[in-house]
């Protein structure tokens, strides 16, 4: 049993020198953006204050948050960490607690934040296909401009022991496993992880703890969409106005969404998503392989393999210190014993 059960991903934190030029990019991504007590903050069209915050400083990411439904699952967890519950100074108000995982991530979870009404601006069209065809005498006419974010999704981190991290947040907030990502059998590289929402639909993963012989650091945060109509919109916006792009379009095997990868300014990943996989508790975890990880259903393929250019010196390297690890790692485990 866990302390408690989070419901979802509330926010991602990062910190940037120039808060206009963070502005520019998140409304070209398709935020709502506003400033207050110094910060940048930036919001969906679900209602919540804010998915998105840069403060000023040093580029870098700084801290991962989660929301609870209750102020009474605040007090549980902050008695078994030993910390205060404290208010949260921020739009929407509430609640907060804070702690560091075993990197040193900060993680803060929230409740009781206030949520305005939520909006639908880019409308589901039906659609035609030659099993249904409910678009009858009704033209498709897209606007051109930003993608529309509805919510956070998912955010991915770069940890340094997988198991660790895995245990670390299975026992305080509930996690359950949808794939697990196997580096060869039995040698996991970590896993999609999902809220425990019981018979309530879940994303296939609102978090994924990944052990990469890279810099421990947020890997990217994902950012619903309304459908594939808004996100191939976005994708064009984003490529008129010269942002840089970073993987996509394309459908993932692992989650099932079709994806849209770019960079910030200061190069943290964002994901637009649309389309994935909805999970309930009754499901239970599968296992697959590393190649899974970065291969697409259909699509553009990652950059890694997208065959445009020889491999280069930090990409052999990537793979070159992966390999060695995964031997060492062989080598240390007694006959039949796994991490």
């Known amino acids: 049993m866990s302390v408690i059960r989070v419901e979802d991903i509330a926010h991602v934190r990062f910190a940037a020198p120039d808060l206009a030029a963070m502005r520019a990019f998140l409304e ?7 400033e207050e007590g ?10 919540r204050p804010f998915l998105h915050v840069t403060e000023p400083g040093e580029p870098g ?12 699952e605040l007090d549980a967890l902050a008695a ?11 739009p929407g108000g509430g609640k907060i607690v804070r702690l560091t995982d075993p990197d040193g991530f900060r993680i803060e979870i929230v409740a009781g934040q206030s949520k305005g009404e939520a909006s639908l601006p880019f409308a589901d069209q ?19 401009g930003p993608a529309h974010i ?7 981190l770069n940890v340094t022991d997988f198991r660790r991290s895995e245990a670390w947040y299975k026992e305080r907030f509930g996690f359950l496993t949808s794939d697990e990502v196997e580096a060869a059998p039995d040698v996991p590289l970590g896993a999609f992880m999902r809220c425990d929402r019981g018979d309530k639909p879940a994303d296939h993963h609102t978090l994924f703890l990944a052990q990469l012989p890279q810099k421990t650091d947020l ?15 976005g994708h064009q916006h984003l490529k008129a106005a010269k942002r840089t792009a970073a993987w996509g379009v394309g459908r993932h095997i692992m989650g099932s969404q079709v994806f849209d990868y770019w960079k910030d300014p200061w190069g943290h990943e964002l994901e637009h998503w649309t389309d994935g996989d909805l999970l309930t508790a009754a499901d239970p975890p599968q296992k697959m392989p590393m190649s899974a990880l ?3 259903q259909w699509g553009t393929p990652h950059p890694m393999f997208a065959g445009k250019r020889a491999p280069s010196p930090a990409t052999i390297s990537f793979f070159t210190a992966l390999i060695l690890r995964f031997k060492r790692f062989f080598r240390r485990q007694p006959k039949g014993q796994t991490a």
């Open 61 to 72: 990411f700084k801290a991962l948050g989660f929301r609870v439904e209750s102020v009474a």
């Open 38 to 47: 110094g910060r940048l903050y930036a919001k969906g069209n679900d209602g």
């Open 80 to 90: 078994s960490e030993g910390v205060a519950v404290e208010d949260l100074a921020e």
């Open 294 to 296: 970065l291969a697409v």
């Open 126 to 144: 039906p659609r035609n296909s030659v099993a249904s065809r409910p678009r009858l005498r009704a033209l498709v006419r897209l606007e051109p």
């Open 28 to 34: 070209d991504f398709g935020f709502a953006c506003f």
């Open 150 to 156: 509805r919510r956070i999704g998912h955010a991915v």
């Open 219 to 233: 890997l990217h945060a994902a950012f619903e969409v309304s459908n594939l109509d808004d996100l191939m919109l």
